[in-house]
């Protein structure tokens, strides 16, 4: 048995809250009642997202648990969330490939992914210590609209199987522990 | 309670030697060549004895061993795929007879388990088995405690070889061939590894998972499972993970009516990157959260008490 359940974590919370007076008091209410411990809140106000909202990155302290809870009430209460700390709150994930991944087109493959589900790679780290002409391994941090995460892991591994590349998954949602 | 074990494998010869510390009695033993007999009880030591001497741990056919006087008839013999025989045929025979069977081997029960139940229903003698799952620990029991009804998904780390491998791999920078060549020295990988490696190993046990939650209302065969192994993680994809607080790990999911296996990401200090031949399952419960089951997930001890612990949980016939 592990205990880890009840270690408390830092997480980061990215939110849209529309622009209207009293919605940052009301996005911090369910973290608040969901036992988050509230560690900082960076409110850009003078930066609009495209969509007309207002970013909001809250950093807290919470149990796994009481995190999924925040999380769950956050959405209950109708508010966009961008990126959640954890793997796939369906908007950002990170995935390992592996194979002849130089050979196979490397950017060809990171374009594929991109283009077949609108995710966008936001971060890229390569490791080849055989040299690019062997196998070597590539670590992706995709970010995805909400919801599309499932979408994106597909395009992944439709392309993986084409180049015959292996892919590292993220655990499915809720499998964040 | 009086009992037959078919299989003289380590967790067979297990079952036997422990099954007096558990007040049963062994009244046969079978290998896949011969079987020893006597219905006041065989000695155990002296038919183990003979099978480390002479190959074989009686001069009985193995049929012997079906046809005995018993309660209940411990199938451990090895796992075979597509209809599961022999350990099918032997779980039929013990069923018609109306005596208990409990399974070690996981071939009639992920591959027909159907057909076992059916046979079950039939019969006056129930199926039980604890042991195809995560060897000693209590996973298809708390399922059944907490009843599958509200168990909503299971996942988990279910090959002590491969967790081996991939946990080596990570903390000592190795390649996959070095460390399932030491794996194999070490007796945790077997000559041929392929079952373990390659996922077969945890897709089994995770179709087992899921026949007992779909509680007859979908079979579930290998067949229903996506199955990827480790043997083609090169140890830049373990660098690259640990990087980001990560590690691999060869993860078994049965979730949303859907079998998968394959290797994922899971964060260094989470749960279910447990280290070495340990193994976890993580069950998700309708109203009480996440619940974990870690421990030993093979060896003859290990199983053979979940065999036993079965036998107790038997009713009187």
Do not use: W
Not at chain 1, 82 to 103: C, D, F, K, M, P
Not at chain 2, 247 to 269: K, Y
């Amino acid at each position: 048995m592990s205990d880890s359940q009840d270690e408390v974590r830092a997480y980061t919370v990215r939110l849209e809250l529309v622009d209207e007076p009293g919605e940052l008091l009301r996005a911090l209410h369910p973290i608040a009642d969901n036992g988050g411990n509230l560690l900082s809140i960076f409110h850009e106000r003078g930066n609009i997202t495209p969509r007309g909202h207002i970013p909001v990155e809250v950093d807290l302290e919470a149990t796994p648990e009481r995190f999924d809870g925040i999380v769950e009430a956050l959405r209950d209460a109708d508010f966009n969330i961008i990126q959640a700390g954890a793997e796939r709150y369906g908007e950002a994930l990170t995935i390992v490939l592996s194979g002849h991944l130089v050979n196979t087109d490397l950017s060809h493959t990171l374009s594929h992914i991109q283009e077949a589900t609108e995710a966008t790679v936001t971060d890229l780290a390569l490791s080849a210590p055989e040299g690019t002409e062997d196998v070597s391994s590539a670590r992706l941090r995709l970010a995805t609209e909400e919801g599309k995460a499932d979408d994106a892991l597909a395009a992944v591994r439709e392309v993986a199987t084409e180049k015959d590349l292996t892919v590292v998954e993220p655990l499915t949602a809720g499998g964040d522990a | 309670m009086k009992l037959a074990v078919l299989g003289a494998g380590a967790v067979g010869r297990s079952v036997a030697e422990l099954a007096a510390d558990y007040g049963h009695t062994v009244t046969a033993l079978a290998d896949s060549s011969s079987a020893v007999v006597d219905a006041d009880g065989i000695d155990v030591a002296d038919a183990l004895a003979t099978k480390d001497e002479e190959g074989t741990v009686g001069t009985d056919a193995p049929q012997a061993a079906l046809d005995a006087d018993y309660d209940a008839l411990v199938e451990a013999t090895p796992t075979t795929l597509g209809d599961a025989q022999p350990g099918f045929g032997h779980v039929e025979a013990a069923l018609e007879r109306d005596r208990h069977v409990v399974l070690a081997n996981k071939g009639p029960v992920a591959e027909r388990y159907a057909d076992v139940r059916a046979l079950e229903r039939e019969s006056a003698s129930e199926v039980l088995f604890e042991a195809t799952v995560g060897g000693a620990m209590p996973v298809l029991s708390t399922i059944a405690d907490f009843d599958p009804e509200h168990i909503t998904a299971a996942r988990g780390v279910l090959n002590g070889t491969a967790n081996f491998i991939l946990s080596r791999m990570a903390a000592e920078g190795l390649g996959y061939e070095h460390v399932l060549a030491e794996a194999q020295d070490l007796g945790v990988a077997e000559a041929d590894p392929t079952f373990d490696v390659e996922g077969t190993d945890a897709a089994l046990k995770c179709v087992i998972v899921a026949n007992v939650l779909a509680q007859g209302d979908r079979e579930y065969t290998l067949d229903d499972a996506e199955v990827e192994g480790i043997s083609s993680i090169p140890g830049s994809a373990l660098e690259l993970a640990q990087e980001d607080g990560h590690t691999v790990r060869l993860i078994g999911e049965v979730a949303d009516g859907d079998v998968r296996v394959g290797p994922r990401l899971v964060p260094e200090n989470a749960a279910l990157s447990v280290s070495g031949t340990r193994n976890i399952v993580q069950l998700e419960t309708e109203h009480a959260g996440r619940l974990n089951i870690s421990g030993r997930g093979a060896g003859g001890p290990e199983t053979a008490s979940a065999v036993l612990a079965d036998v107790g949980r038997l009713p009187e016939r």
